[in-house]
Nanobody, 127 residues
Framework: DVQLVESGGGSVRPGGPLRLSCSSSGPKFDSGYMGWFRQAPGMEREGVVGMDADGSVLYADSVKGRFTISTDNAKNILYLQMNSLKPDDTAMYYC??????????????????????WGQGTQVTVS
């Protein structure tokens, strides 16, 4: 089974940065689809950023230009660098990976794929 463990969440002032990390016990991140989703209280889980094995990346419009996804393949760690944070970014952030082939935009648009592996989440609070 694939275990994902996120870290790096916390409380930050508006405009500040945070970097989230996600380590995996499974296959290399770049052998499938990888990304970050988030869920605010009372809201549906939404995609923040997704990336495929070829390096194609999709960002939610709300985070473009502020968030950056990256990987350390040697350590099998996925990162999310978040800059210029806003109160609307407050949410639980989840690392996700999926090793089944499907178009990136289709995978990214819906969090309900049963073949997704999820981390336990890390809370980000901007206030």
């Amino acid at each position: 089974d694939v275990q994902l463990v996120e870290s790096g969440g916390g409380s930050v002032r508006p405009g500040g940065p945070l970097r989230l990390s996600c380590s995996s016990s499974g296959p290399k991140f770049d052998s499938g689809y990888m990304g970050w989703f988030r869920q605010a209280p009372g809201m549906e889980r939404e995609g923040v950023v997704g990336m495929d094995a070829d390096g194609s990346v999709l960002y939610a419009d709300s985070v473009k230009g502020r968030f950056t996804i990256s990987t350390d393949n040697a350590k099998n760690i996925l990162y999310l660098q978040m800059n210029s944070l806003k109160p609307d970014d407050t949410a639980m952030y989840y690392c996700v990976v999926n090793y089944n082939v499907t178009p990136l935009d289709r995978w990214f648009s819906w969090p309900g794929w049963t073949t997704n592996y999820w981390g336990q989440g890390t809370q980000v609070t901007v206030s």
